[in-house]
């Protein structure tokens, strides 16, 4: 049987395939998660998804819910990590936090929103913002 092009095509794009950005972004919120823990924090949740929006780590820290975003820049050529996490970007987090917190049954929890900003894959380059955004 011959290989078509849209065979091809399929084989390149299989579920278990990354690209290389998308495997970098999985390396820095591994790391991020264990620099986390490190300081605490409880890994619950990782890359939460709902329609219109993703949380790339739900952590407890305390009696307190984090929502993580994981941000990894290889160069501040166009603001860097923390530039990348617009409004745009915080009403996403945001929507599926009150996603998270509705199906989980946590309406009344305390919630906060953190960034975690990595201009490299060392735990050198990691900036951790607590509070970074609010739902308010």
């Known amino acids: 049987m011959a290989i078509t092009q849209s065979m091809r095509r399929n084989d390149t794009t299989s579920p278990n395939r990354q690209s290389p950005t998308q495997q970098r972004g999985q390396a820095g919120e591994e790391l991020a998660a264990h620099f986390l823990q490190r300081h605490g924090l409880r890994i619950l949740t990782r890359n939460y998804r ?33 530039a990348s996490i617009t409004l745009t970007k915080q009403r996403r987090i945001i929507l599926a936090a009150r996603h998270y917190l509705a199906t989980h049954s946590k309406t009344d929890a305390d919630c906060r929103f953190d960034c975690v900003l990595l201009d490299g894959t060392s735990d050198q380059s990691i900036n951790w913002v607590r509070n970074a955004f609010s739902a308010d």
């Open 50 to 82: 709902c329609r219109g929006g993703e949380i790339d780590l739900i952590c407890q820290d305390g009696a307190a819910l984090v929502f993580v975003e994981v941000r990894l820049r290889r160069s501040n050529a166009f603001g860097g990590a923390a």
